[in-house]
Each structure stands twice: as C-alpha cells, then as structure tokens.
C-alpha cells in the first residue's frame, strides 16, 4: 500500500506538471499568420454579437474565395467538422505548445483531409459530420497550405474566422494576443454616455429613469458629454456606447478594452483577453439589452448584474454599484482601448445631492427573484422560469390582448422583450375548445416585432 500511495502521488504529480508547462504565454509563441495576405479585419475578438460574444477574428479576403489558409504551427488535425450553418467547412488544429488554431467557413480542405471527410461521410452517410482523427493521421507542418477560404456555412461574405483556443480548456482567446499583425492606427469611438438607476429609490436628474447622453469629439481621441447639471443620488450605474476601426476597412469593430475611473480611483475595467463557450450568453447581461431591443443600440454597462457570470472583468468595486449619499460634485473619466493602444477617453462632470426627495414608486404585481424558481398561473396561462434564469430581479408584468383572427387563443404578453432570460422558461395555456383531430397541430407561436411569428416545440396535455 505504501508504494501504491506513492506512484499514486507519482502520477498526480506528473499529470499536474503537464497541465502547468503544457502551454506557453502568448508572447513566447511563434505564429505566422494564417493567411499570406495583409490582415484586413471585419470582426474582431469578443465583439457584442446576437446572445454571443464573437470567438475570433474575420480575416478579409478581398471579397473572393480560394485563398490557401496557412499552418500557424506545427500539429494535428484534431477535428474535422461540416454543417450547413454555422462555421460551415471548419478545421481544427492542435499544437504541441498547448493551443488549438480553428480556421471557418472554408471552401475546400488540403487533399489528404478533403479524403479523409469523403470517406467518412459515405461511411456514415451523412453530409454534416463531426470528425476527431487519430493524432497521428493528419500531421502538418508549420507554413503548410491545410485549406483555402471560402463562404460556407453561416457566412454573409468571403473570409476567414480564425481562433485560437486553449487545448486542455477549449477556452478561447484572443489572437491578436499572438503578435498577428492586423494594422490599426485609429482610436476607438465614443458614441454615447448612459447613467442607469439601480433600484427604486436612485434618482438621475429628478427621476428614476436612465439618462442617455450622445457625446461630442473634441480631438481624434477626446470626447465630452452634451448635457451639463447632471444630478445623482442613490446606487448608480454608468454605461458607454463604442466601437472600433481598424485600417483599410470600415467595419465598426468591438473594442479590446473598457475602465471607468470616478474622482481618480479606478471603478471598472475589463479586457477581451478571453472567455469560456459556457459564459457567452451572458452578453446580454453585460450590454444594456433594453437599449439594443428599443434603440437598436448596444451599449456595455460597467457594472455587474448579479446573476452574471462573466469571467472577463479585471477590476470591479462593489460590482460597479455606485452608492451616492452625500452632497458632492464628482469627476469621471472612461478610457476606451483597442488591442493596439490607441485610447479614447470621455470626460464629464456631475453632482451628488442626497437632499433630494425620492419619487413615488409604481406598485408592481408580482416580485420574481433570480435564484428561485419563478411561477405565476391565472386562468388563462401557467408559466415557469427556473433558477438563474434571470440576471436580476424582476417586477413581472402580464397583461392579455384579444385574440386575432388566425389565432385560437388570446395574446398573452409575459413581461418585456427588454428584459434579457438566460435559459428556456416553459408556458402552458388554457384552450376553451379546440376539436380532438386539431389537438396535435397546436403551437404556441411567440409574436415579435413587426409581426414576426415563429413556433415553438409545443405538446397537447389533457390534464393540465
């Protein structure tokens, strides 16, 4: 038992060094680029995109097809996958210093992957599949043409997505961490300020309500407000609207970096660095998902809803919750970077006076808490949210429209589309008569803006 203990040991030890030394820092890596073209971005690293954060980069590619796609290191082609939609032809890499290069939406694989896929596609008879070579299968070197880009898949243009993932984590990063050089001379672009209310007692300029501020260029790289007398009192919360370009294209792109000083004592910052495929969703949480469903735009909050998970904030006092209680006047200061350096910094003024009186508060139906599981049933519907479905707490509202024309039942509308939901929520409504032989063709359908309808997995219950 004594020497089982200590080869037990033995092994442990070994395994942990592996996973320790197995990866090297970004700065000690060697990558050449995975196209022989200057980089040209459409997208970059951890852009603000619909429930997702973008996981790599859009390499340009002049508007055509067929451009070889480059070994960026030494390795194996560890997955091989096809599908109609999204990455479309998608080739993964894995490298001996610890990393996984993804390269998406190609036109065509090189000759010995291209009939390594055929034969297993006939084998399995399928067209989209999901392949793991052996290690020893697809080796490549360094400079190796492995693929040529393409439009496959969810692609609305010719490029390439490139990624760079963690090999033990699959924790993606970001490439431009890597030294590729993709030039961008320009400072990022402020395009407005937001000041948010955290409970019901904040008060912004009178009211409980969120200000939103467009912003004025001063010098390429400085901004200030366009409102003057900004008045605060409570729990605070601030927010910016931004984007970045980068040369040679005009894509408005997501920046690298975001910190919020207040009085000269740093408040929020976060850097794009990385993140985990299990907290993408929760994007919405970092973005003002009000302002993007009413305004089409997409600002990000600096401060942190409870209910979210994000890993990527590097500083956060008291979770960007502001408390002003005092008669004061205050300075902030926001800079905003991209990967590059360039820096855009916004400048603006305001007062904290706890005199003020606190506006009446409209009385709310029902109060569902984020960590418990949330039930409201009535006559006509039942509705179910699981724990952490939600980012914070809510004061629901419901109210019922009469039914249409083409519709068997009424219009139930369940809360705000505003208000952004983690996770599936399940719904049963009540039918007063619907002939047994119809019982099986009966959806719910979820009515959108516009009178977009869309159906939903939907079962008959009796019971119920």
């Excluded at 179910?384 to 479905?389: G, T, V």
């Amino acid at each position: 038992m004594k020497y089982l203990y200590k080869l037990h040991m033995l092994l442990i030890s070994i395994l942990f060094c592996f996973s320790v030394f197995g990866q090297v820092p970004p700065s000690e890596t060697n990558f050449i680029a995975p196209l022989n073209i200057p980089l040209v971005l459409a997208g970059t690293f951890g852009e603000l995109r619909s429930n997702h954060f973008h996981s790599g980069i859009d390499i340009k590619t002049k508007g055509k097809e067929g451009f070889p796609v480059i070994a960026i290191e030494d390795g194996y082609v560890s997955r091989v996958k096809v599908t109609p939609g999204g990455y479309g032809r998608a080739l993964y890499l894995t490298h001996y210093n610890g990393y996984v290069s993804v390269y998406a939406h190609l036109k065509d694989f090189h000759t010995n992957i291209a009939s390594y896929l055929i034969d297993q596609q006939y084998s399995r008879q399928k067209f989209s599949v999901d392949l793991f070579p052996d290690k020893e299968a697809l080796v490549y070197e360094k400079g190796d043409t492995i693929a040529w880009t393409g439009n496959s898949g969810s692609s609305t243009a010719p490029h390439l997505h490139f990624e760079i993932r963690d090999a033990n984590t699959q924790k993606v990063i970001n490439p431009l961490l890597f030294g590729f050089d993709a030039k961008d001379t320009t400072s990022p672009t402020i395009k407005s300020l937001h000041i948010y209310p955290l409970d019901h007692q904040a008060i912004i300029n009178g009211k409980n309500d969120t200000l939103r501020i467009p912003v004025s260029k001063v010098t390429p790289y400085k901004y200030h407000i366009n409102q003057d007398n900004i008045i605060l009192d409570g729990v605070i919360g601030f927010g910016i609207d931004v984007y970045d370009q980068l040369d040679n294209a005009p894509n408005k792109n997501g920046v690298y970096s975001i910190e919020l000083n207040l009085d000269s004592t740093l408040i929020y910052k976060h850097d794009m660095d990385g993140f985990y495929f299990s907290e993408t969703r929760y994007i919405n949480s970092l973005m003002d998902y009000h302002a993007k469903k009413k305004y089409a735009i997409k600002p990000q909050k600096s401060f942190k809803d409870p209910n979210n998970k994000l890993s990527i904030y590097d500083t956060l006092i008291n979770d960007g919750r502001i408390v002003f209680n005092s008669i004061e006047n205050h300075q902030a200061e926001y800079i905003v970077k991209d990967i590059e350096g360039n820096t855009a910094r916004l400048n603006f003024n305001f007062k904290s006076d706890s005199s003020i009186e606190v506006p009446s508060v409209h009385k709310h139906r029902e109060l569902f808490m984020y960590k418990n599981e949330n039930k409201f049933h009535d006559e006509n519907i039942s509705l179910i949210i699981q724990p952490n479905s939600l980012y914070d707490n809510i004061n629901f509202s419901y109210k019922v429209l009469k039914s249409q024309n083409n519709l068997i039942s009424d219009i139930h509308c369940i809360h705000h589309e505003e208000t952004p939901i983690h996770s599936a929520y399940s719904i049963a409504i009540a039918i007063d008569s619907l002939e047994v032989s119809h019982r099986n063709k009966a959806v719910i359908c979820m009515i959108q803006k516009e009178s977009v309808v869309s159906c939903l997995p939907t079962n008959w219950d009796d019971d119920t």
